[in-house]
């Protein structure tokens, strides 16, 4: 069993920054594709980014040039660096782990 554990959200004023990590408790982390999601109130869940286990990334059209997607196999952890928040990122992000592990979530309110 895969235990993944998100941190880093919090209230942040429009056009600041935060970075989100997860780290995960498997030993062959490298080898997994993972990806961050989220979940506005009263919308479903979306993905946010992606990243394969050779690094090739992938961002949603609303989050490109804004978020980045990383990982370090040693820790591992993979993260998401967050610029130039918009209140429309407002939401709960969760990590996911090779599309059948999740974490816990962590909120993220971007409000002045």
């Known amino acids: 069993q895969v235990q993944l554990v998100e941190s880093g959200g919090g209230l942040v004023q429009p056009g600041g920054s935060l970075r989100l990590s997860c780290a995960a408790s498997t030993n062959i982390f490298s080898i997994y594709f993972l990806t961050w999601y989220r979940q506005a109130p009263g919308k479903e869940r979306e993905l946010v980014a992606s990243i394969t286990s050779g690094g090739s990334t992938n961002y949603a059209d609303s989050v490109k040039g804004r978020f980045t997607i990383s990982r370090d196999n040693a820790k591992k952890t993979v993260y998401l660096q967050m610029n130039s928040l918009k209140p429309e990122d407002t939401a709960v992000y969760y990590c996911?782990?090779?599309?059948?592990?999740w974490g816990q979530g962590t909120q993220v309110t971007v409000s002045s």
């Open positions: 996911n782990l090779a599309g059948g592990y």
